[in-house]
């Protein structure tokens, strides 16, 4: 793969991440509870499976890096007290669930869903497990931070019925971590991901970032060596998104102290040849696996998916997404809770959801949906089939991005052969930029809505 310090320049500009399309700017309080309460009803019938997320916000210490919705804390009766809106908040859309609709899918994250206590955690997943239809085959995954995580938590995930986890280690360096303020020793991450093992778990992934302050070649391949050794079923090395205009805390991190472009280009190389060398296949927008691995295989037989929970093999699902900040989805709607912690609870206390904003999507917004789809998770477009489904001529449609994508041909990023839009090895580190092309609501002018992304590397 080659990768110039030039391309970085170009293309580090900001955009969307397209865990949806459109993206959650463009949200409105016009579509509130009545409305998802209403799609929720005529929703049942349609022979599609669910997929659960239920997001917990605590954390013990705040990582100032952190992009999350989350409550830093080391006061548990507040998880107590969330518990209580979250169990009526499950209840009361379960209500509304056909029984014989099964959830494929069971994500929690956060925030740390394992700053709940070990009885916690078996009390919320057996509330959950209770109210829908788990699939014996549910693929059911849960987010960890490694420091205050006991044994104890991880024979509460495993009796549970949970099957995956997801470490977040970001970078062993000392230096590194002390200006994050995330401080866990590698003999930590080593005991922690030993007890994963031990306790079954056949996918753990591990979560690495890149980008943050004082990282070179030199600090960062040390944690690469050391977590490659470990072997991790599924690795993402996220690019950090330095967006302190909507996460206040990330002001404590001086932007001197972030590396350069130059840094970042040759950290890229790093991270794509030692991973490649180490059988591990790059499936895009930070996202690594074994090559035996399901989403290795889904994206090879074009069965791969992306959502707010990022790459999944059940593409037929509905999203129900429970606790504060979590994004709900059907195949028409997207619709998303307060934002705020003491707003959540006050609109679960008031008897009803606590849904905030939503949008329902229009026929353009599928077609282009569908289109950022195939980039993102095939690594091509079949410009033929494409319009055949969707029963437009692709080019007359995507006029409006046939110049953008000559100009990412140009420089290697994509191939246009006759039909088709492929992404080459080098355009795969640049995902989001190949999407954009087909985003709409990039080209408009709000004076409403005015989105500011993080930059795409």
Known sequence: MELAISLLEKYSKAGPRYTSYPTAPYFTEAFGEKEWLGEINTTQGL??????????????????????????????SKADTYLGYLFQE?????????????????????????????????????????????????????????????????????????????MGVQDLDETVQKAVNRVQPEALIRQVFNWLREAGFESINIDLMVGLPHQSVESFTPTLDKIVELGPDRLAVFNYAHVPWMKKHQKLILESDLPDLTTKLALQKLIMERLAAEGYVYIGMDHFAKADDEIVKAQKAKTLYRNFQGYTTNRNCDIYAFGVSAISQTEDVYVQNAKNLAEYQRRIGSGGLATERGLRISRDDKIRREAI??????????????????????????????????????????CLEPGV???????????????MPFDAYLRQQSVEIKPRYSKTL
């Open 373 to 414: 789809s195939n980039i993102m998770c095939d690594l091509e477009l079949d410009k033929a089939k494409f319009g055949v489904e969707w029963e437009i001529d692709f080019d007359t449609f995507f006029a409006d991005a046939l110049p953008e994508l000559q100009e990412l041909a140009a420089d290697g990023l994509v």
């Open 90 to 166: 499950i209840d009361r859309v379960a209500a509304l669930t056909a029984p014989d609709r099964q959830a494929k899918q069971v994500h929690w994250g956060g925030g740390t869903p394992t700053f709940l206590k070990p009885a916690d955690i078996r009390r919320l997943f057996q509330h959950l497990a209770s109210r829908f239809n788990i699939a014996p085959d549910a693929e059911i995954s849960c987010e960890l931070d490694p420091r205050e995580l006991s044994r104890e938590h991880i024979a509460a995930l495993a009796e549970s019925g949970f099957n995956r986890v997801s």
């Open 47 to 76: 022979g599609r499976d669910l997929s659960l997320y239920v997001h917990v916000p605590f954390c013990d210490t705040l990582c100032y890096y952190c992009g999350c919705n989350m409550v830093a804390t080391h006061d548990y």
């Open 421 to 435: 839009i492929k992404v080459t090895e080098t355009g795969r580190i640049f995902l989001r930029n190949i999407a």
